[in-house]
């Protein structure tokens, strides 16, 4: 039985999943206003909707099946991407790797990049330990859905939101003193985004999208603005970045991750209304993980083909490009395989 899917959550992620190779090509420099304000709410829409579109457990039995489906789902695609990367590092220095004390050096942050890598580049142990920016997300994703979900399950509805208040302000605080592995510090401060994708699905998006679009958009605005002046000038970034652990004017910097997620939600149910001409962002939200994985390898081994001018913007649209026709061809080459495991299905004998 296929799934009921949401139009416009899918074309909410196929917005972003665009803004995410947007924010990652145009600029390194944090202070840049076109990747801030993207960054400014583009992971916690993907947090958020993954609760809109996900069913939650309604039983132990229940819990540990998802649980097993979303290990398959999120964290192979992660341990897939890391190797990947892992495969592209080891092939730039396998000179090195005659010396003995190279080896050693290059399995002991191997593994500590697995273990602590988030989406920016850190020491542990004496180790260097490279940003990983997908691997990390898809890892907090999981832990953060299955934490949410087992709360829900165990707790009453008031306190479900306390704890996950409860939660989040004590993520952030860990955060100051020591970042945990597999990034779980932020698994606790986003605690409150799957809890507003938990309560969004009980309204209905779709009604006066216009309006609600100029009232998220400008509140996204005025927000996201506020936390950049009041915080330009500091140590850090001057708005939410959960890799970094980042949490300027915490919890005030929550609100421009809110209300742009909400923007991109109405402006997405606006978009709907012409099915035919968006068709392609649907498939791209549809099937956001495979676009997710394959924008997670661009930078290894696809940098030479859309990495080509000086011209930032040239590089976007050559990214973009780039990104789409290795997804197209992953997608062809899936359906191709699905295609011919059901004629090997239907052509077996019934017993």
Request: charged share 15%; with cysteine.
């Amino acid at each position: 039985m296929k799934k009921n899917r949401i139009d416009w959550v899918d074309c909410a992620k196929g917005i972003t999943l665009l803004l995410v190779i947007i924010g990652h090509t145009v600029s390194t420099d944090a202070s840049n206003m076109v990747r801030a304000g993207i960054f400014s709410f583009h992971m916690t829409l993907f947090f958020v909707v993954s609760c809109v579109t996900g069913k939650l457990s309604n039983s132990n039995d229940e819990f540990v099946k998802k649980t097993e489906k979303g290990f398959k789902h999120l964290i192979l695609p992660a341990l897939f991407i890391y190797i990947t990367v892992l495969i592209y590092v080891s092939s730039k220095c396998i000179s090195e790797f005659r010396s003995w004390e190279f080896v050693r050096k290059f399995l002991k942050e191997s593994l500590l990049t697995m273990v602590f890598s988030s989406g920016v580049n850190l020491h542990v142990l004496s180790a260097e330990i490279k940003g990983l920016g997908i691997p990390w997300f898809l890892v907090v994703m999981f832990l953060g859905k299955t934490l949410f979900d087992y709360m829900h399950l165990k707790l009453s509805e008031r306190k479900l939101i306390v704890g996950c208040l409860l939660l989040s302000v004590t993520g952030v605080a860990i955060s100051r003193l020591q970042w945990l592995p597999l990034s779980f510090d932020i698994v606790l401060t986003i605690m409150p985004m799957f809890y507003i994708g938990y309560i969004l699905r009980k309204f209905c998006v779709e009604h006066k999208p216009v309006l609600k679009l100029l009232i998220f958009g400008t509140g996204w605005f005025v927000t996201f603005y506020l936390c950049y002046k009041i915080n330009e000038g500091c140590n850090g970034y001057p708005y939410m970045v959960y890799a970094s652990r980042q949490y300027p004017s915490y919890p005030f910097c929550f609100l421009p991750a809110i209300l742009g997620t909400l923007m991109i939600a109405e402006l997405s149910v606006i978009l709907c209304k012409q099915k035919k001409i968006i068709s392609p962002l649907l498939y791209f939200g549809k099937n956001s993980l495979y676009m997710l994985v394959i924008h997670g390898i661009d930078s290894t081994w696809m940098k030479r083909i859309w990495l080509i001018s000086e011209n930032i913007y040239i590089n976007i649209i050559c990214r973009i490009i780039v990104d789409i026709v290795v997804f197209a061809a992953v997608m062809y080459v899936r359906g191709l395989w699905n295609k011919s495991k059901q004629q090997r299905i239907e052509s077996m004998p019934e017993t």
